[in-house]
């Protein structure tokens, strides 16, 4: 109801200004009464004032100040507190740039209890534009503070508050806020960034998972691996997946261990994870790039889905594991929160592989990949013609085999396509790169592969391949 006293007043405010446009509101204080009644023409002025609205006998002869209509003398802010600092407005997210007055007055302090909104006032800011797909009545917000200050943030601007953890690849608390009033996400987000207790605020973005769909491994052959001599023994691999079988024999003591980030949503579908940690770790038959490597698994998608607090929870039980390379084979908007996940986990050395996307050449970047400190990991075919459906891009990295490959999968087997698997490859390939050197930092496997990429498309990096196929035995010997 508050909002839309909110809007309505917004509206009214607008339509008087449109029929009255004589009623100049000012707040120069350099007038004086009189010609601020007369701007107003007020009953009592009006005998004395000029034509244009100025004052006779020693008011403003030149009429410029009457041409203007201005803002109302009394604005209120619908925000409970002044904010800390001018909300962010970030352009490569879908945010919307305003200007705002540059008299800033020093914010006030956090209350220390419950604070209502008022209601009935004009937004003092607009609502921040929000691209992308997300859960339309949620927020993610990191807070400054304790339990306490989370329940007060709620309180103050009508939210629940869902669930509340400690990241440690944010380094702070994140809130998942609940709307139950039915306010758009960007409206709350602009609310939300008038308390400085807020830190970062953003939607809770939809990512999905990148299969595309396909009609055999001849992945060794292709980065130069050879299969004989593959090892990713020890090497501790995250993978942030669906749900995955077990039971499957080409996993049979690959997964060192599990982790659910959504246990209250039931596990229908187990390929894709299955699928992903076959051709990184796999055995037997289906023997994957780096036999041996140790797979932390983590659950954080159903149905091709995931929401960003899902996915954060996964990222920081990842984290926790002392993993040296995380596998993301999901694509989704840019996310502020994901990005600084990313880039702290890359801070503590782990290496960053993330399917570049299926969503075709004109899609726009897809994210996590596209975050500096992540390997963007496109897919071509047996031939290494480019996978037609792939995204392309300037965050490509690197090319892999990812196009009618045969992968472990919950019913036994089948032929996958998708930056997904080619992505697992890649991870699979890094596995042996630290098997062969554990102390090899994230950024040196970086570089080499960069630079030992067989070249593909035009010369040099492009958009289409990236630095062009995985040359793996190359890239082994790039330390040297």
Sequence with gaps: MAAKAVILHAALLAAAFVAAPALAQTNDPSLSQKQVDCLNRTTAAGADCDKNGGAKNGGDKSG??????????????????????PAPANPSNGAAQTGGPTNTPPPAP?????????????????????????VPDEVLVTVAGDAGAVQQIANSFGLQVRSERQSRLLGTTLVRYGIPDGRPVGVVLAQLAADGRTQRREPNHIYSLQQAAGIVNYAFDRIALDARNASGEN?????????????????????????????????EKRDHGTSVDGLIAGIGA???????????????????????????????????????????????PKNDLLGTACRNARALGMVLVAAAGNNGPKAPYGYPAAFDGVIAVTATDAKDGLMPQANRGAYVFISAPGVEMVAPSGAGSDVVTGTSFAAAIVSGAIANL??????????????????????????????????????????????D
Excluded: C
């Design 64 to 85: 410029t100040r009457s041409a203007a209509v201005f803002l109302p003398a009394l604005i209120v802010d619908l925000f409970p507190n002044p904010p800390a600092s």
């Design 110 to 134: 956090a209350p220390s209890g419950p604070v209502t909104p008022p209601a009935g006032l004009n937004l003092a800011a607009p609502p921040r534009a929000v691209a992308g797909e997300f």
């Design 235 to 267: 090497v501790r691999v995250a993978v942030i997946d669906t749900g995955i079988d077990a039971t499957n024999p080409a996993l049979k003591g690959v997964i060192a261990d599990q982790f659910d980030a959504m246990p209250n949503v039931p596990i």
């Design 286 to 332: 289906l023997e994957g790039m780096a036999p041996g490597a140790r797979i932390y698994h983590a659950r954080a998608f159903e149905g091709g889905k995931s929401t960003m607090d899902v996915i954060l929870s996964a990222l920081d039980w990842a984290a926790e594991q002392d993993v040296r390379i995380i596998n993301m084979s999901f694509v989704g």
């Design 434 to 479: 630290i098997h062969a050197a554990p102390d090899r930092s994230a950024d040196d496997i970086e570089k080499a592969l960069a630079a030992t990429a067989k070249d593909l498309g035009p010369k040099g990096r492009d958009n289409d391949f990236g630095y062009g196929l995985l040359d793996i035995k190359a890239a082994g010997a790039a330390k």
